[in-house]
């Protein structure tokens, strides 16, 4: 299986801050990635899909790159209702997996 | 996009259950479909999809042999048969719209695990 490592696990930052989370696969994916955002008691809400591709109705301060197995989701300025846990996940091989996520907290 | 999932239950371990996500507001027959669990306090884990026509399926080694997905495209339902519960099986199962990522979530239904 392909195991997705996630870091850093959690992170505070503040408001307007940028911040950058990183995914790394443990063999090529190529551009099969996703990006989730979670809040506690929700199911997860897509942010990012195909490594860069923003999905419609998430806000441009999301944004993902990397291809193969360096990946990155980064949020561009901090807002409070980004408080939330996020996880990547890989679709080029099964079983499909996923990051253990980062918990981001707001300062 | 409307996904409600249902059937989740307290069962004993070596049980069986089965969960059923209703789909509604989209063409349901277009689509592959996926089931994603997630462990108390713990993150996602994908367990199985369904092609579209429900011809081809997959399943994480954590559930093969012991879960089966299915669909019925005219009563736009999908449906997760669990056999041989353990308590590793404790989790929110979600029902999910895509194949390599999912844009459409149910809200889940819990399914524990216990003596």
Redesign the interface.
């Known amino acids: 299986d392909i195991q997705m490592t996630q870091s850093p696990s959690s992170v505070s930052a503040s408001v307007g801050d940028r911040v950058t989370i990183t995914c790394r696969a443990s063999q090529g994916i190529r551009s099969w990635l996703a990006w989730y955002q979670q809040k506690p008691g929700t199911a997860p809400k897509l942010l990012i899909y195909a490594a860069s591709t923003l999905q419609t109705g998430v806000p441009s301060r999301f944004s993902g790159s990397g291809s193969e197995t360096d990946f990155t989701l980064t949020i561009s300025s901090l807002q409070p209702e980004d408080s939330a846990t996020y996880y990547c996940q890989q679709a080029n091989n099964f079983p499909y997996t996923f990051g253990q996520g980062t918990k981001l907290e707001i300062k | 996009v409307q996904l409600v999932e249902s059937g989740g239950d307290l069962v004993k371990p070596g049980g069986s259950l089965r969960l059923s996500c209703a789909a509604s507001r989209f063409i349901f027959s277009d689509y592959y479909m996926t089931w994603i669990r997630q462990a108390p306090g713990k993150?996602?884990?994908?367990i199985s999809?369904i092609s579209d026509t429900g011809g081809y399926t997959?399943?994480?080694?954590s559930v093969k042999g012991r879960f089966t997905i299915s669909r019925d495209n005219a009563k736009n339902s999908l449906y997760l048969h669990m056999n041989g519960l353990r308590g590793e099986d404790t989790a929110v199962y979600?029902c999910a719209r895509g194949?390599?990522?999912?844009?459409y979530?149910?809200?889940?239904t819990l399914v524990t695990v216990s003596s």
């Open positions: 993150g996602l884990e994908w999809y997959n399943y994480a080694d979600y194949q390599y990522s999912y844009a979530w149910g809200q889940g």
